[in-house]
């Protein structure tokens, strides 16, 4: 899917979560992303991983959602894309 955005002239691909960064950075690992090793990298070579953890940007987007029932997770975000210019 990363290169066919390319493709369609989109400059960068981000990916954010209502997570920590350590939890970002294993999530990426585990879905096959390679990282950005250089000095001052930002985490993968190709999807940027954005950890939101205190939910602050995406309450801001008015994207928060808390689940009915109490499961443990907290405050989390909708599932969503935007294509921003």
Request: hydrophobic share 40%.
């Amino acid at each position: 899917a990363y290169e066919m955005m390319k493709k369609l002239g989109v400059d960068e691909v981000y990916c954010l979560s209502v997570n920590d960064a350590f939890v970002m950075r294993q999530w990426g690992l585990h879905q096959g992303l390679t990282e950005d090793k250089t000095v001052g990298g930002l985490g993968f070579e190709k999807v940027k991983l954005l950890p939101d953890g205190a939910c602050q940007f995406t309450r801001g987007m008015g994207m928060s959602c808390v689940w009915d029932s109490e499961r443990g997770f907290g405050e989390r975000t909708w599932r969503y894309s935007a294509v921003i210019d």
